[in-house]
T-cell receptor, first 118, second 113 residues
Framework: GAGVSQSPRYKVAKRGQDVALRCDPISGHVSLFWYQQALGQGPEFLTYFQNEAQLDKSGLPSDRFFAERPEGSVSTLKIQRTQQEDSAVYLC????????????????FGPGTRLTVL | DAKTTQPNSMESNEEEPVHLPCNHSTISGTDYIHWYRQLPSQGPEYVIHGLTSNVNNRMASLAIAEDRKSSTLILHRATLRDAAVYYCILRAYSGAGSYQLTFGKGTKLSVIP
């Protein structure tokens, strides 16, 4: 079946531009996560949705970062006034059930969007 | 948050077993141990997880120490396709509403033909 898809796969933005990154999770998955991965580092948590509710946004680095999932399926991560330090791969993951730490909690990742801010 | 410690890199010959260690001395009783791997230019991929007992699946085995302060991911026969960064992760409630994955730097596994 279809996995998690993300678009665009690559995005180049000039400093100060706004960008929007899209994530299509696996159909029926309740949970959706966004992560940021800098070069040579492991992914870092940004935010978590359970259906359309954003339950945890503790990892968002600044108020320039905004995420939404209005109908509980597709999610968009928006970055306003991009800075060079925002350059990274942005990963989206979904899981079947509400986040719990147990067996239904396996996260399925998309290929990521590589953002380069010039 | 409980943390994990892994070697930065390891090498293995193709078709030989690989044992990837992970220390998690501050693990709490409700923390699950998860392993993910990330192939070059791809998103992370689930490998296996466990709580107390050893676990096997088609990809790998997970051996958990009796005191749960360490674990070992075992690939029974390494192939070139197994070359990746392997992350050992403790799943714990964040207190802010989710069980996000907290990745470290992982172990970069190289497989030699």
């Amino acid at each position: 079946g279809a996995g998690v898809s993300q678009s665009p796969r690559y995005k180049v933005a000039k400093r100060g531009q706004d960008v929007a990154l899209r994530c299509d999770p696996i159909s029926g998955h309740v949970s959706l996560f966004w992560y940021q991965q800098a070069l040579g580092q492991g992914p870092e948590f940004l935010t978590y949705f359970q259906n359309e509710a954003q339950l945890d946004k503790s990892g968002l680095p600044s108020d320039r970062f905004f995420a939404e999932r209005p109908e509980g399926s597709v999610s968009t991560l928006k970055i306003q006034r991009t800075q060079q330090e925002d350059s990274a791969v942005y990963l989206c993951a979904s899981s079947l059930g509400p986040a719990s730490g147990g067996s239904t909690d396996t996260q399925y990742f998309g290929p990521g969007t590589r953002l380069t801010v010039l | 948050d409980a943390k994990t410690t892994q070697p930065n890199s390891m090498e293995s010959n193709e078709e030989e077993p690989v044992h990837l260690p992970c220390n998690h001395s501050t693990i709490s009783g409700t923390d699950y141990i998860h392993w993910y791997r990330q192939l070059p230019s791809q998103g992370p991929e689930y490998v296996i997880h466990g709580l107390t007992s050893n676990v096997n699946n088609r990809m790998a085995s997970l051996a958990i120490a009796e005191d749960r302060k360490s674990s070992t991911l075992i690939l029974h026969r390494a192939t070139l396709r197994d070359a990746a960064v392997y992350y050992c992760i403790l799943r714990a409630y964040s207190g802010a509403g989710s069980y996000q994955l907290t990745f470290g730097k992982g172990t970069k596994l190289s497989v030699i033909p």
